[in-house]
């Protein structure tokens, strides 16, 4: 069983659970205060917001064969305003956040740098699979 034939948010918990135990993967101190992206109207409520979105991360590169930049992983997790007068646009997501998260799944080895974007190694590969299967 595979790392796509799992629904994502199972897979996304199972994850970040493994991803607890990685000692090179923790939240700054400024996490906890600061909004992902500018559509939202407040910070994470989860405490383990940062470990999810570093498993989601994973997953999205999981499902995209080819290199992915921070800015299209911006555009991913970005969103819509809602505003009451003017109509409603598409926010990027902070990049600070999600560059920080995959260098730190650099330095853990699941994410390599290419020549343009980073993908998946095998260790990240074989870390969602056996996620799966678990």
């Known amino acids: 069983m595979a790392a796509m034939d799992v629904p994502a948010n199972d ?8 991803l607890k135990s990685v000692e090179s993967i923790k939240p700054p101190a400024w996490a906890g205060s600061v909004k992902l992206s500018s559509h939202n109207e407040r910070v994470p409520e989860s405490p383990d917001f940062w470990y999810a979105r570093c498993a989601s991360l994973l997953r999205t590169m999981y499902v ?5 930049g921070v800015q299209r992983l911006r555009h991913k997790y ?6 009451t007068v003017a109509r ?3 926010r990027m997501a902070g990049g600070k956040n999600i560059r ?8 853990a080895g699941f994410v390599q740098k290419e020549k343009v974007g ?5 260790k990240g590969r074989s870390l969602l699979d056996k996620a799966s299967k678990a």
């Open 64 to 68: 995209r064969a080819t290199p992915v």
């Open 88 to 90: 409603s646009h598409h």
């Open 11 to 18: 897979l996304i918990s199972k994850v970040s659970g493994l």
């Open 118 to 122: 980073r993908t998946l190694t095998s």
């Open 100 to 107: 920080l998260m995959l260098q730190q799944l650099e330095k």
């Open 78 to 83: 970005g969103g819509r305003t809602t505003h």
